[in-house]
């Protein structure tokens, strides 16, 4: 069972639109993130949040804008994105306050620009 | 800054035997943690293994196991008795102990098991 939800897994969206992919854990984790995935590479690390502050930002374009509403969730909101954003979206969550700790991965939300 | 380098994009292996997965990585930090993930085709990454650097005794989990030379900054993973279910890209990563979030990944080793 996966124990991090991502929803939905598959989204098909046009350049002007707004959509939101959602993350969930209830595995306590006080860690999320979201990743970037192409096909055959490896997950590039977008946002972290750490006890629901951003902690970190890839200098990632402004129409992805992340949000950490409480300890279980995480959203990324899109908007106005581009054909090369299409590709996996990762999300992840691990323990904070300890060091080394691995990171729980969802199934991914498969995104498609048209 | 850390890297992580898996020279091997792809590795093939007869079921029922050993393969090694490679993976070097360099880091100026003292303590740190590293890590061994599997991504099955359209399925969800889960991690294999977990070694922390200041312990010589190499990790192992089932199966899995790994090499780890830390004055060389290798860190292989050996899978033995390989099954079909164990076909997937394989992800080595790194990560600081210094207070950090940020993972460094491997460029990935797609790992075919022929039957």
């Known amino acids: 069972d996966t124990e991090v939800t991502q929803t939905p897994k598959h989204l098909v969206m046009g350049m002007t639109n707004k959509k939101s992919l959602k993350c969930e854990q209830h595995m306590g984790h006080r860690a999320m993130y979201w990743y970037k995935q192409k096909a055959k590479k490896p997950p590039e690390l977008m946002f972290v949040?750490?006890?629901?502050?951003?902690?970190i930002n890839e200098s990632v374009p402004s129409r992805f804008s992340p949000e950490c509403p409480n300890s279980s969730l995480l959203n990324l909101h899109l908007h106005a994105l581009q054909p090369e954003d299409s590709a996996l979206y990762l999300c992840?969550?691990?323990?904070?306050?300890?060091?080394?700790?691995?990171?729980?991965f969802g199934d991914g939300t498969r995104l498609s620009i048209l | 800054a850390q890297t992580v380098t898996q020279s091997q994009p792809e590795m093939s292996v007869q079921e029922a035997e050993t393969v090694t997965l490679s993976c070097t990585y360099d880091t100026s930090e003292s303590d740190y943690y590293l890590f061994w993930y599997k991504q099955p085709p359209s399925r969800q990454m889960i991690l294999v293994i977990r070694q922390e650097a200041y312990k010589q005794q190499n990790a192992t989990e089932n199966r899995f196991s790994v090499n780890f030379q830390k004055a060389a900054k290798s860190f292989s993973l050996k899978i033995s008795d390989s099954q079909l279910g164990d076909a997937a890209m394989y992800f080595c990563a790194a990560l600081r102990s210094s207070g950090t979030y940020k993972y460094i990944f491997g460029t990935g080793t797609r790992l075919k098991v022929l039957a």
């Open positions: 992840a969550s691990s323990q904070a306050g300890r060091l080394g700790q691995p990171q729980h």
């Open positions: 949040y750490s006890y629901e502050k951003l902690s």
